[in-house]
């Protein structure tokens, strides 16, 4: 990207093969009435209900548009390798603040945004939708649109541009994203205590309340790890200060707990429920192994409960729950108003209702 291009929006364009493509595609399934499965490296094929239809493979949209590290946006097309994205990063003392998870390895930068879905830092440094600065679309009329912007203080379209975040992919076909970016940190330590339960959930609680540089915190039943990362002073002041049992540099742990790779995850075969709820929140459903995570915000647990007992229980203590499986209902019902707005938008940009039929809920 040269000095004249900033500011510019890159859009994409009809003329590039790949996405008059999938265009086309688009066009003759609207006119058929086709269902569309829309998919990149399909490393969230497990998120969310069965899929359905002809596979639409984004990953010929791939390559990174235009980066410019002193801007903190980066551009990029929708198939392109997570990892590509946040070695290019990188390479500049860059990251995705929002530390979307790879799963098996596959994921793509288009999927990160469709799925929604953030790591560890989540708390601290935002959700993947509020990165997000703008997208160009494929409608489900065979349309390429844009929304929003490619620098931080155009934010026309932002609001739209935001929906397609967690949508997975039931309002359109990701062609393009623009990503705000953070500085890398200097330093990163983890810092262990072994606590009880009541105890950890305290020192979380009292840890989130003051000024540390905090962007991890997770209990696992045994060990309250968080991670600190700044500069040089900030971080050796906090680990001299909170005075941990146990002083790191494990970066591997937080890798595998954004990627469901921990121990706890892989060696019970029982469903995964993600609930989340208020910090303070207790734990309840009888469930004898709770993983905290984002300070206890998010609790997985394993648990042989049907969805209405555990969205139940994640509505009384004013959260939500989700499975983390294929089921048949993996996301908690909304509101009739709300289901009704979605209903609403879903018609707007997907009409015949083509892209990823009943991905969300049986009736979008």
């Not at 098996?104 to 288009?110: R, V």
Request: hydrophobic share 45%; aromatic share 6%; proline share 7%.
């Amino acid at each position: 990207m040269t000095p004249e291009d900033k500011g510019n929006s890159v859009r994409a364009t009809l003329d590039e093969p790949a996405v008059a493509t999938l265009v086309a595609r688009v066009k003759a399934a609207a006119a058929n009435n086709t269902p569309l499965r829309i998919q990149g490296g399909g490393s969230k094929s497990f998120y969310g209900r069965s899929l359905k239809g002809e596979t639409l493979d984004t990953r010929e949209l791939h390559g990174i548009v235009a980066y410019e590290p002193t801007e903190l946006v980066i551009t990029a097309r929708a198939g392109t390798p997570l990892a590509v994205i946040e070695e290019t990063l990188a390479s500049h003392n860059q990251m995705l603040g929002f530390e979307p998870p790879h799963f098996d390895g596959g994921a793509t930068i288009g999927g990160a945004v469709a799925s929604g879905l953030s790591g560890p830092a989540r708390p601290y440094h935002g959700a993947a939708r509020d990165f997000v600065l703008g997208v160009d679309v494929i409608d489900g009329r065979g349309e390429l649109l844009s929304f929003g912007g490619q620098v931080m203080k155009n934010v026309a379209g932002f609001d739209v541009a935001r929906l397609l975040a967690g949508s997975l992919g039931t309002l359109g076909v990701l062609v393009q994203v623009s990503l705000r970016v953070l500085p890398r940190p200097r330093v990163q330590r983890t810092l262990l205590w072994r606590l009880t339960h009541a105890q950890a959930l305290q020192r979380m609680m009292d840890l989130a309340a003051a000024p540390w540089p905090i962007t991890a915190m997770c209990y696992d039943g045994e060990l309250l790890r968080l991670r600190a990362a700044g500069s040089d002073e900030a971080v050796s002041h906090a680990c001299a200060e909170l005075a941990p049992d146990i002083e790191s540099d494990d970066v591997d742990y937080w890798r595998d707990l954004r990627d469901l790779r921990l121990r706890f995850f892989a060696d019970d075969p029982r469903p995964v429920w993600r609930m989340s709820v208020p910090p303070a929140a207790p734990d309840a459903l009888g469930a004898d192994a709770v993983l905290h995570d984002w300070g206890g915000a998010q609790r997985w647990l394993h648990a042989e409960l049907d969805d209405i007992t555990v969205r139940e229980h994640a509505a009384a203590l004013g959260g939500h729950a989700t499975c983390f499986a294929v089921s048949d209902a993996p996301f908690a019902a909304p509101a009739a108003p709300l289901r009704a707005l979605m209903q609403r938008v879903k018609r707007g940009l997907d009409p015949k209702g083509i892209f990823n039929p009943g991905r969300l809920y049986d009736w979008l």
